[in-house]
């Protein structure tokens, strides 16, 4: 166990040190490099503040387009084996516009504000 804490809102966490975690709390969304509004949606669970999200191999992610900023919405891929993605009733937001696959490095990098980073003691 290790502690960790969210870059963005600061809480901090006790966890495995052997998995990535996205912060599992709703943060308002914000200009990022580029000048444009997102905000991350976890769509594993329902309650707006929620534990830490152990980020898995592959994802699925859905861009939805507010008014004044995009939301990305990403869950864990429920068929990550799968060679063709195209299935809309098995993957996800694949078939809709902004819907893709992404793997755990590429979300890390995309959303590196929302990465748990270990406490420097």
């Known amino acids: 166990m290790k502690l960790f804490y ?8 006790n966890l495995d040190e052997t998995a990535t975690y996205l912060c599992g709390r709703n943060h308002d969304a914000a200009t990022w490099p580029g000048g444009k509004m997102k905000r991350l949606v976890i769509t594993e669970e329902s309650e707006t ?6 980020i898995p191999a592959q994802t699925e992610e859905q861009e939805l387009f507010r008014e004044t900023y995009s939301e990305y919405w990403i869950r864990a891929c429920p068929y990550p084996d799968d060679t063709d993605f195209g299935d809309i009733q098995r993957h996800f937001g694949y078939g809709a516009p902004g819907g893709k ?18 406490v420097q003691v």
Do not use: A, M, S
Not at 6 to 13: A, D, I, L, S
Not at 106 to 117: A, G, H, P, S
């Open 6 to 13: 969210c870059p963005t809102c600061t809480r901090v966490y």
């Open 49 to 54: 503040n929620r534990p830490p999200w152990p």
């Open 101 to 118: 696959h992404v793997t755990k490095e590429e979300l890390v990098q995309e959303f590196d504000r929302y990465v748990l980073k270990p």
